[in-house]
């Protein structure tokens, strides 16, 4: 089982990102054993578009189960549901209390895009 | 010859100063609306379109029979507009800017090009005048590909008279760029009067001859004709701020139509025109 979650640093002890395809890091987590790798997004968040593609990709070849993040846009979206990444949005806080939020079930699956997608 | 009429500003009088001079000017002319983002002046010209052309963009399509998920075509799109992601391909047509890049590196040619609709070109005409407009499909984020559409249709054996769309960025300067003339239609107020400047900027960096129209001349100050003095602008025309001109426009009748009085004043501005580009 593998929960990545959009991260402003690269501990458990950092905030989490709002953003998903900006994000600095994305820290994949094992929620039973909490070990955890970071995944660094930094190559995207210069991107003049498709960012959120690209995140998408990311996190779909670390064959994550679940993001959490704060806000998903429309083309992310599309590319974590075609590989079966169950999206958690509106989420903020710490890396870890997020985390144990999603152990004891307080976090909402997100049904849809949350946010337009954006042109610069 | 063509005139291409443009404004910094937005509402000040382009659609109705194009109208009325290609009305004015009778069958000789052809009316381009390059403002297709929001084209207006058929509601004045009231043309019979006989032509519309759908225009596309080429994006690729992708045969997941033939495709192994490889990912070249997400390794060289340089847009992020195609993507493989899991058992299957993703393009996202609206990031694509149609290069052909995953159709030439896909080593199994799973990838053809399909025609993605983004806009109509229509040709028309009223009383011996040609009318052309572009209409950009809703949502999509580039116009100046349509306005060059719109201005292939230009003939070089007739005067070509151009609708702008406002502004002073890549639309409006495709609009501008191949023209003999640029009338910058203006109105006496603060606002007026900055995008006047921009739009005299951009006309100067282009080289093009240019003068103004001010519309709602008798509003506002003085500022913009103090202006045209120091920047040697020639003002060709006035149209003051009247009812009967308002509501014509609120109609969408022409104004020489209305107030057939104003027709010699048209024709009079063609003629100031035609002098400064031979001059």
Known sequence: ?120 | MIISIASGKGGTGKTTVATNLAVSLGSEVQLLDCDVEEPNAHLFIHPVFDLTETVTTPVPEVDMDKCTLCGKCGDICQFKAIVVVGETVLPFEELCHSCGGCMAVCPEDAITEKGREWGIIQKGHRNGIEFIHGKLRVGEAMSPPLIKKVLSYTDPARLTIVDAPPGTSCPVIESMKNADFVLLVTEPTPFGLHDLKLAVGAVNILDIPCGLVINRSDLGDEKVKEYADQENLPILMEIPFDRQIAEAYSRGDMVVDVMPQWKEKFLELYEKIKALVEH
């Not at chain 1, 946010?115 to 610069?120: M, P």
């Open chain 1, 1 to 120: 089982m593998k929960v990545a979650i959009t991260s402003t640093g690269k501990e458990l002890s950092s905030n989490l990102d709002p953003r998903f395809g900006r994000a600095p890091y994305f820290i994949i987590v094992d929620p039973e054993t909490m070990a955890f790798e970071v995944v660094e997004n930094a190559q995207n968040i210069n991107l003049p578009q498709g960012a959120g593609i690209q995140a998408g990709k990311t996190i779909a070849d670390h064959d994550v189960d679940v993001l959490i993040t704060g806000h998903c846009g429309p083309k992310a979206f599309k590319v974590l549901q075609n590989a079966g990444v169950k999206i958690l949005t509106g989420v903020g806080g710490k890396v870890a209390d997020a985390i144990e939020q999603y152990k004891k079930g307080e976090l909402d699956l997100a049904g849809e895009a949350d946010v337009e997608g954006h042109w610069v």
